[in-house]
């Protein structure tokens, strides 16, 4: 089960598709291998870049089934949706399948802070015993989470057992909730995204790790253990190796597209198909990562 001490790079997958759009599982289980040979300590499917809204009620559950049957790390689960009855619905599927907890994104329609707590504390209630990830990501969703809302469901939701911290710019966040813990609050685990573009920050401010899902996750495995060892001149070198790519994996609307070429370059996913709608990138968009790929490689053998 997912805890409030859960710690390192939980890595977003992706989900492969075939050219006809149907799911690639065998590259799926490339995903998973992969992620694993980087060096991840969990896995998270069904998010917003793993292209959830776009699967069926029955394709979701087999890619929660296909990813915890071969993960031997724990599993957390997207189960967003606009009503409590699949939320419930797909959360209960996917603790019995194996998984180790789940993510909640708010509705796009909560304005105030009391629609924000009295949300949080119907999935609380929803979804029982089931520990969850509370996804902090107003750009996506529009919903701005003060801390003090954040602190408040920590003390009323024993199940919130961790933040996905995703708010921009949202440093500050991280050390009021970790002053607030240091003061005798229950303290959660948190776990930042948005591409990993401000991790070494993050991490210096007291985040436990990274769930996002950049195409090289050995960036966020390393930067991690360097800052753990009390080395952030060294964490932010490799960072530096790697921005360029990380800037380009962020682009609203063709992050995705970059990602899964890069994937696709590497070997993990057959193909670099998003299932429709999606961008893809063109000849002088694939021209330009590679440029940036062969900067990247340059640049880590001399920081070696």
Partial sequence: MLTETAAGVFAISVTPFLPDGALDLDSLDRVVDFYLEKGATGLT?????GEAGKLSAEERLRVVRRVVGRANVPVVVGVSAPGFAAM??????????????????PTANLRSDDQIMAYFRGVAETLGDTPFVLQDFPLATGVTIPAKVILRLIEDCPTLVMLKHEDWPGLDKISALR???????????????NGGQFLPEEMRRGADGAMTGFAYPEMLVDVLRETV??????????????LPLVRHETQPGLGLSVRKYILSKRGVIAHD????????????????????????ERRLAALA
């Fill in 273 to 296: 198909h998003q299932r429709a709608p999606g961008a893809s990138l063109n000849a002088a968009g694939q021209a330009e990562i590679d440029f940036l790929i062969a900067r990247q």
């Fill in 88 to 105: 419930k619905a797909l959360t209960q599927e996917s603790m019995a399948a194996g998984a180790a907890g789940v993510m909640v994104a």
């Fill in 179 to 193: 002053s607030a813990s240091n003061a005798g609050g229950r303290r959660i685990s948190i776990l930042c995204g």
């Fill in 229 to 242: 060892a009390h080395n952030p001149d060294r964490a932010q070198d490799i960072f530096d190796c790697y």
């Fill in 45 to 49: 499917v069904l998010g917003m870049m």
